[in-house]
């Protein structure tokens, strides 16, 4: 797991020095404390890389990496856990290996099979693989969006990197503004959602995505995977169950493959206990496991994770950080996102991170399963119990909830309000209400014609639960991963996702979603909980979120900076506030006429990141960019 930086010049324009793209590549340097490489061709393309070594931990795994007659070269971030398959293929057809990591496999795949290689990798990573006898640079991210990798074009050129404060940094990025488009999408989801970032001519990959661009600055793009909105139901029943567990058992035995020893997130649910007692089947001896726990509250997590270790028979390291200081974890957490991004759970997932990063470097965590298994309940089962009233028109609703409220028959159906299931269910991932948001900002950016990702006008049950995981996939579990990969890279940690291995998302595709979630119990994920019931006796009933108190803080302790930080701002990230619905909205969650928590830790983490970032970029590039320290 490391960082990397990239620089291709159009035209007769002279590429980016080492000198510059070097203190732009130590910005990513807790992503890879383990080594630091440059290299550049002299006159177009420069790349930079930063390593945390887990594979081949010799200098022959070092990046960028070379083919031997010095027409390729690499920057690859993340882990490839086919490697050994697709080594053993290049090497019948001739291809000589001089170090026995992963990165060079990419290296020789990519220079012999060029983009259609991608779809043959089973991992996860984002990298840069320059031609220089071509002058073409290749971009690719994994098929989940598991690690992170920006896009900027400009006049001068195309610069890839794995952090935005990179982008940020560099001298060809200096002068660009805020999109528009982008903070919209911030300000309503907490995230900026790929292909979309913060500057103009910016952009984040989409998962499963390749472009080539050449020094003309021509491009070519493809897409090596992609997660259908629809899909045929094959397995069900006793079918899905076998299947399921083979495919995730498969996956954790691959994603073991290190030369450093591996551990695990151990949360109190099903996810990560499963992976869990897989690795334990697999190692055949104890795993060092990591959890956080809290005050015994409603989110405390602690006691059920150690039932689970002590009957799995992990090595178990809770942690209760009850003495961490809270504005230190909300400096923590502006640190450690470089763009927008306001998921509180980063703050816990911080936590644990760090909590980890002491024994081991390599994790491995149950993220995927809600998204892919239907596991939001909350979400999944309230709207497939209610889709069939969306096939009558919108006016008929509309009509009849009226007629009902003069009436004053029954209780207002909170769907009646929405014209489509797209448009509630945009409602539910909406941090702030359209109503509070106008309020705030009068000119508050509308939702963008190009983000389609609520789209859907349908009411079928079966195509809504296929819509639905289709949704979850390509934007909530994008912004799980960002959340995961900053929290755990700033603790220079890698976190592996055996959930979301090619294999189990091709069997959870064939997967009838009635097989997965009982919509009369209001439970989830059904395959992995018979997976985990196999192993193990105890079980948690429902899903508890990894969040902390954000109600609670912004009442006491966060409450001084909440004023000192929002209530006297003119606008939060260029776009203009006023201050007296700012000060209503604050006043409104002290006296708890509703939770605002997640809505005020969107508009504070917004501005923070704004005086951290945005109002520093005239810096020099090799000045420290980040949150200042008190």
């Known amino acids: 797991?490391?960082?990397?930086?990239?620089?291709?010049?159009?035209?007769?324009?002279?590429?980016?020095?080492?000198?510059?793209?070097?203190?732009?590549?130590?910005?990513?340097?807790?992503?890879?404390?383990?080594?630091?490489?440059?290299?550049?061709?002299?006159?177009?393309?420069?790349?930079?890389?930063?390593?945390?070594?887990?594979?081949?931990?010799?200098?022959?795994?070092?990046?960028?990496?070379?083919?031997?007659?010095?027409?390729?070269?690499?920057?690859?971030?993340?882990?490839?856990?086919?490697?050994?398959?697709?080594?053993?293929?290049?090497?019948?057809?001739?291809?000589?290996?001089?170090?026995?990591?992963?990165?060079?496999?990419?290296?020789?795949?990519?220079?012999?099979?060029?983009?259609?290689?991608?779809?043959?990798?089973?991992?996860?990573?984002?990298?840069?693989?320059?031609?220089?006898?071509?002058?073409?640079?290749?971009?690719?991210?994994?098929?989940?969006?598991?690690?992170?990798?920006?896009?900027?074009?400009?006049?001068?050129?195309?610069?890839?990197?794995?952090?935005?404060?990179?982008?940020?940094?560099?001298?060809?990025?200096?002068?660009?503004c805020l999109d528009t488009t982008s903070i919209g999408l911030f300000l309503r989801l907490g995230y900026i959602p790929a292909p979309h970032a913060a500057l103009m001519g910016v952009s984040m990959m989409e998962p499963g995505t390749w472009l080539d661009v050449d020094r003309d600055g021509k491009e070519n793009a493809g897409r090596f995977f992609e997660f259908p909105r629809r899909q045929e139901s094959l397995l069900s029943s006793n079918e899905a169950r076998e299947a399921v567990d083979a495919a995730v058992s498969g996956a954790v035995r691959r994603q073991l493959v290190s030369d450093v020893p591996v551990?695990?997130?151990?949360?109190?649910?099903?996810?990560?206990?499963?992976?869990?007692?897989?690795?334990?089947?697999?190692?055949?001896?104890?795993?060092?496991?990591?959890?956080?726990?809290?005050?015994?509250?409603?989110?405390?997590?602690?006691?059920?994770?150690?039932?689970?270790?002590?009957?799995?028979?992990?090595?178990?390291?809770?942690?209760?950080?009850?003495?961490?200081?809270?504005?230190?974890?909300?400096?923590?957490?502006?640190?450690?996102?470089?763009?927008?991004?306001?998921?509180?759970?980063?703050?816990?997932?911080?936590?644990?991170?760090r909590h980890a990063s002491r024994n081991v470097k390599v994790?491995?965590?149950?993220?995927?399963g809600d998204e892919l298994f239907w596991g939001y309940e909350g979400r999944f089962a309230s709207i497939l119990r209610l889709s069939e009233q969306f096939r009558q028109p919108y006016w008929y609703r509309s009509a009849r909830r009226g007629l009902r409220r003069v009436l004053g028959i029954g209780t207002a159906q909170p769907n009646i309000r929405f014209r489509t299931l797209g448009h509630w269910y945009r409602a539910k991932h909406s941090r702030l209400s359209e109503h509070w948001l106008e309020r705030l900002f009068p000119d508050l950016p509308p939702w963008g014609e190009e983000t389609r990702l609520f789209d859907y006008d349908g009411a079928d049950p079966d195509e809504t639960a296929d819509w639905m995981r289709w949704n979850e996939y390509v934007g909530h579990l994008t912004m799980v991963l960002l959340k995961v990969d900053r929290a755990s890279m700033y603790h220079s940690l890698e976190v592996r996702v055996p959930l979301l291995d090619r294999e189990v998302i091709d069997t959870a595709l064939r997967v009838d979603w009635k097989s997965c979630l009982d919509l009369k119990r209001g439970v989830g994920k059904l395959p992995l909980r018979d997976a985990l019931a196999r192993r193990v006796r105890h079980q948690t009933p429902g899903k508890r979120g990894f969040s902390p108190p954000l109600g609670d803080w912004m009442r006491g302790p966060l409450l001084p900076m909440l004023e000192q930080v929002l209530c006297e701002r003119e606008s939060i990230l260029d776009v203009s506030l006023d201050g007296g619905a700012m000060r209503a909205l604050i006043r409104a969650h002290q006296r708890r006429e509703a939770d605002f928590g997640w809505g005020l830790w969107v508009l504070l983490s917004g501005a923070l990141w704004e005086d951290a970032y945005l109002h520093r970029r005239r810096l020099e590039p090799s000045a420290e960019i980040g949150v200042p320290k008190s």
């Open 1 to 176: 797991m490391c960082g990397l930086v990239g620089a291709l010049s159009f035209g007769d324009r002279i590429g980016i020095s080492p000198e510059i793209i070097g203190p732009i590549t130590d910005l990513a340097a807790r992503r890879g404390p383990d080594a630091r490489g440059l290299w550049t061709d002299g006159n177009r393309c420069t790349l930079g890389f930063r390593r945390l070594s887990i594979l081949d931990l010799t200098p022959a795994g070092n990046q960028p990496m070379h083919t031997p007659d010095g027409r390729f070269h690499l920057v690859f971030n993340g882990e490839l856990y086919n490697f050994k398959e697709i080594r053993r293929e290049l090497e019948s057809v001739g291809v000589a290996f001089r170090s026995t990591g992963d990165a060079e496999v990419v290296l020789q795949a990519l220079s012999t099979w060029g983009p259609e290689a991608l779809g043959r990798f089973n991992g996860m990573f984002a990298l840069g693989h320059y031609d220089e006898v071509e002058g073409r640079l290749l971009i690719a991210r994994d098929h989940a969006g598991i690690k992170p990798l920006y896009v900027a074009r400009t006049a001068m050129g195309v610069l890839i990197a794995s952090q935005f404060d990179q982008i940020l940094s560099h001298p060809w990025c200096r002068d660009s």
């Open 363 to 368: 994790v491995l965590s149950g993220d995927g």
């Open 263 to 353: 551990g695990l997130f151990l949360s109190g649910g099903i996810d990560s206990p499963l992976v869990a007692a897989m690795m334990r089947e697999a190692v055949g001896g104890p795993i060092p496991a990591f959890t956080i726990g809290t005050d015994g509250g409603a989110t405390d997590e602690g006691e059920d994770a150690k039932r689970y270790a002590a009957e799995i028979g992990l090595d178990h390291h809770l942690d209760r950080p009850l003495d961490s200081s809270v504005l230190g974890l909300i400096q923590d957490a502006v640190s450690a996102c470089s763009e927008p991004f306001a998921d509180p759970s980063i703050i816990p997932t911080l936590l644990v991170s």
